[in-house]
Structures are given as C-alpha cells and as structure tokens.
C-alpha cells in the first residue's frame, strides 16, 4: 500500500491519546502528516511521532479539511462540538468518547462486524465501543456463529485508567496517604477507591440503571448484531490501575460442550486462551499487550448450557487505542 | 438468662478468633468461662476478655468435658483433629474451618435456617459456612418466602483478610514496594496482588472448578434448604483489607416487581438497604458492623423476572465470628 494519509487526533494529550500515537507509529499505519490536537488549556505540550516532536495544537482553529480521519478521543463535549465539523469536511470520524448515539456513530469491533461498515456512506462516522464491549465481543463472536445465546451476565471489573490520568493519579495518591495512615479526603471519586470496590460507576437514572451499564448493553446488542440479546452487565471501579476484567456467565439455547468452546476460541487471532489450572490478570498478562486474554473457562455446575469465564485486557490499549487503529485499517483498506 | 457456659476458643490468636472474643464480650454472651486455645506455636500470647488477659493454650493439652460449646476458628487440620475430641466429650462444636462435610456439620445462618437445628440431636455439631454464604443466604431468604428462585449468578470478590493476619500484611508490603517503585516478590500467593484481581481462590478440580465456588454452591444450597438451586459463583481475590462484595443477579420463575423485592428486604434485622442513587462500600460501610449491606437493587433491562443487587459485608465479622456468635446463642436459648 503505497497511499498515505493525513490525520488528526483530537485528545491527545490523553492515556489514550498518547496511546494513539505509539500505535500510529508501531503498526507502520501509514499517515502522512500526523496533526496532534486538543482542547485550547491542553495545547502547546509535545509528543514524538517519528523521531520528531509534534506539538498539540487548539481544537477549535483546526481546519478539518486537511485531513482524510480523525480520531476523537477527547470528552464528550469536544466530540459533540468538532465531530460535526469533521465530518462536514469530508473527514471520517472515529469517536472514542462515546458521545455519539449508536445509529449516528455505530460501534466497530473489526475482528467482529467490520461488515458493517459496508452497508454506510462516506463520510464515514464510526466509534470504538466501552472497552468491556470490544473484549466481550471478541470473545463471543466465535461462540455465537455456533451457539444460541439466551444469557449474558456480565460483572465488569474497570480499572481506574477509564478515568484517565485523574483517575491514576488519585489512586495513588489515596493508596500513598492510606500507607501513611494520613487522613483520607478522597478526590475525583466522592470516597475511598484505595483498597475498596465501587459498585457504582458514573450516573443512575430513575430506575437505578447505571448509564455506562445502558451503553454496554447496547454497544455489544450492535457489535454481535443481537439487538435481543439478553444482557445483565454490572461495572464496578475497582483499585486497579490498568487492565479492565470480566466475570462472565453465560446462557446457551443447548448444550455448550467445554471442549467445543474451547476449540472456537483458540483459533481467533485477538484472543490468548489460558489453560485451565492457571488464569490471566490485568497486572503481569493483559497490560500493555494487544491480546484479549481468556481464563477460568469453565461449564456451569450440573448444567450443559452454562459457560463462565474471566476476561481481562488493556482497557487503554486493546479496549480503546488499537481497536480505533483497526477500524482505520479497515476505513484505509476497503473504503477511503 | 442466669446460667452460663463454659467456652473453648480454638484458633484465639487469628483474626475470627480474637473477633469472637470482642463479640462474646460486647454481647454479654453467658460465659463463666473463656478457655482460649491454639496450636503449641500460637500458644503463650495473651488477650484481654472482661478486663482481665487470658492466656492461650496449646488446644492439644485441653479436656473438653470442662466446656460446653467449642469454637473451631483454627485452620482445617486443627479441626479434623480435635473437634471429634470435643464431640466425644459432649461438647456442642461450632465450625468456622469449612473442614467438615455439610452431613457431619450442618450449615447454620440463625436469621434463615435455625430450625435445622430443631432435627439434630446432642451433641451438637454445626458450622458457619463462608462469609459469602452467610451474606447470600440473609438477601435471598427473604425473597425466596415469596418467589421462586430459578437460577443465581454470584461474583464474589473477597477481602484478603480470608486469608488471615498473613494476607493483610501481604497486601500491604505489596502496595508498598509498589509505590515504592521497588520490584515486586510476591509471597502467600503466586502473582501480584496488590492493585489486581486475582480469578481464582484456592485449588482447582479437573474441570476448573474451584473448590471454593463449589463449596459456596453447596453450602448456599443447604441453608435455603434449595437443593437442586442452579448457581453460578465465581470467587476473586480483591486487593481490599476487609469486607467482601457480591455482585448478584437472580432470575425468579415469574416476575419479581422491584417495589416487592424492596419491601421484602427492608423489614429484614440483618440488612441494611441502601437507597437508590447511593450504594454500599466494604470500606465506610460494612467493615466493623454487624449488618449486610444491600445496593444496587435494581430489575432486569426489559425483563421482570431479573433482579441485580450489590451486597457488601465484614467478611471476618458477619461473615464468620458474629455468624458463630449467633449460631451459639441459638444453642443455649434453646437447645443447651
């Protein structure tokens, strides 16, 4: 492929952001001018790209129609203010933030529906679904082009990177006071994250139904195109710094022999099976790797149509970062 | 109430153990005599009951015809070799080892199963099973009276205090060499725990399934007296001192209104409901208390049938010794 593209990356001053970048560069993903932008209070920092240091320019005075994608990874509110603009440039959009509603931006796991991206228009809108959403769709995908899915449960662990630097930075510093046996004024979260599990992330609404718990549900109904599927997901902070993992349940129509799970899953390219007797964690297995890691694959007790499992990958990395590059490899390769 | 009892504590130097002592005291139980016991290597520290310092024994030098009820706080070898010592002698057994089967000892949580008690004969052999057990048993009572219960998911991240004084203290060398920036040899456990989850608690069978999920299948079943109750439980070791959370989803055979399932709940001693748009945490909430505490109760997405809660609770204190506590107070106010 000898093209080459102009791009902009809107965060990126971000973790996933910076994140962006390293994999703009590692996979050879073939830019022609790389325009690194954020809003005006996070411009003028510098990044490498290259062997050179580009420096993070204002949003607001950026000219879209230099560019032929741009990945937002910024907030909500940036996306709400610049996607439109990107887009009225004849720029694809790739939205990370999750501002965007699922049938303006739909949700693109490549290694699951990039068919989807066939029945659209240019100028493409696309968006990288919650990181959970990518992992449990990887996993699924191969068992659903088998099997009959009644029945998801689905307790998401998320680390505190999904928070951002903030996030990061507040964990270690309540950790750090802790330790000290210091008073304890938590900040960013309203109470302790050190050495405690938040059952609650983000706003509820009337019925106690957490809005990232909604998302989930719905992202993945239009990743595995099962907008009937049956989902119970439950997110909770945990005092990790990286790495998101997954309790998951999950019902069949029939019987879901072990050993056929076992075969449609070890040959899919972005999942890491972990044989049975150990198990993959955030820390030491997932973080910084590309690969979906897959343990505790189990049949449910005294029951055929039961499967649980633990997932766990980079909720910077695999959950946002690479999957955004991806759906550009995919824009580059078949459609721009 | 004007008898007494004589008690042996067995395992007086852990932390059950020196829980049971603060609880024996700070419920005025009938005590005439406290015998605290351990194995020869613990033995010789001291503890403070009723305002004087009682000394621990080695348990292998002890005549159990001096007391009336036994508390087996003491790992499961301790068990297997004096509770048949303290039977023979006639002395009520209570076990919080998890050593003995579920034929030989009971399960008893008093809130939901005392009257099992009502079938055995002297003398008495009970146990108090698993902290997440014991949290399950009171939150699901309450609607089984009222519904039939057709299926429970449980993740179930423990506290690292259920591995003892050893496990907290590893945790805190870990987070500290963290922060430190010094590398990491883990001890007690195989990985890093610290700002982890580990997917697996102890040993694993042939099929991947943990002895410690099984035994929390099989004790649950016990205690709501719901043999053929189909579960799923997963147990994951937090990075949190104390206090264990479950994520819960239960599918009932017919629609189970919210509004039924809060008044179900509320009226209930042992629970605490936390209202909606707030939730329980393990830290601030349930560590040090005697209440459960339950959150996040909120019904399926487009299915009424489902109900997802969040149950926190001190896992060394509800969980185990007031457990205990309460399983002896049923003994002497009907059966001793």
Redesign the interface.
């Known amino acids: 492929m000898s093209q080459s593209f102009a791009i902009a990356l809107i965060g990126a001053t971000g973790l996933v952001g910076e994140t962006l970048i390293e994999l703009l560069e590692e996979r050879e993903f073939p830019v022609s001018t790389l325009h690194l932008l954020a809003s005006a209070e996070s411009a003028g920092q510098s990044f490498a790209f290259r062997g050179k240091n580009l420096r993070v320019r204002d949003v607001a005075e950026f000219d879209f129609s230099q560019v032929k994608i741009a990945f937002f990874a910024a907030g909500e509110a940036v996306t709400r203010s610049f996607a439109p603009r990107a887009q009225a440039a004849g720029c694809a959009v790739i939205d990370l933030s999750g501002a965007l509603l699922l049938d303006e931006a739909p949700r693109i796991v490549p290694e699951v529906n990039a068919s989807a991206v066939a029945g659209l228009k240019p100028p493409y809108v696309l968006a990288s679904p919650l990181s959970p959403v990518v992992m449990l769709a990887c996993v699924l995908a191969p068992l659903v082009r088998e099997h009959t899915l009644q029945r998801l449960?689905v307790?998401a662990?998320l680390a505190i990177s999904q928070r951002g630097r903030e996030g990061v930075t507040e964990?270690?510093r309540q950790?750090?006071e802790l330790?000290n046996a210091r008073p304890l004024e938590p900040r960013l979260f309203d109470?302790?994250v050190a050495?405690?599990?938040?059952?609650?992330v983000g706003l509820?609404d009337g019925?106690?139904?957490a809005l990232l718990e909604?998302r989930l549900?719905a992202e993945l109904q239009q990743v595995l195109t099962l907008p009937e599927l049956?989902?119970?997901a439950?997110c909770?902070q945990?005092?990790?710094?990286f790495g998101d993992?997954l309790?998951v349940?999950l019902l069949a129509g029939g019987p879901l022999p072990?050993a056929q799970a076992q075969a449609a899953l070890v040959g899919e390219s972005a999942l890491e099976l972990v044989e049975?007797?150990d198990?993959?964690?955030?820390?030491?297995d997932a973080v910084g790797q590309d690969a979906i890691y897959v343990?505790?694959?189990?049949?449910?007790?005294?029951?055929a149509t039961?499967l649980?499992l633990?997932i766990?990958s980079d909720n910077v990395r695999k959950g946002a970062a690479l999957n955004a590059v991806q759906i550009a490899e995919l824009l580059i390769k078949h459609y721009l």
């Open positions: 449960t307790m662990a964990l270690a950790t750090a330790l109470r302790q050495f405690n599990l938040l059952a609650q509820v019925e106690g139904q909604r549900v049956k989902v119970s439950t909770v945990a005092p990790v710094f993992s309790s349940s072990l049975e007797g198990y993959p964690t955030a820390v030491g343990g505790r694959l189990r049949q449910g007790l005294d029951d039961e649980n633990w766990t």
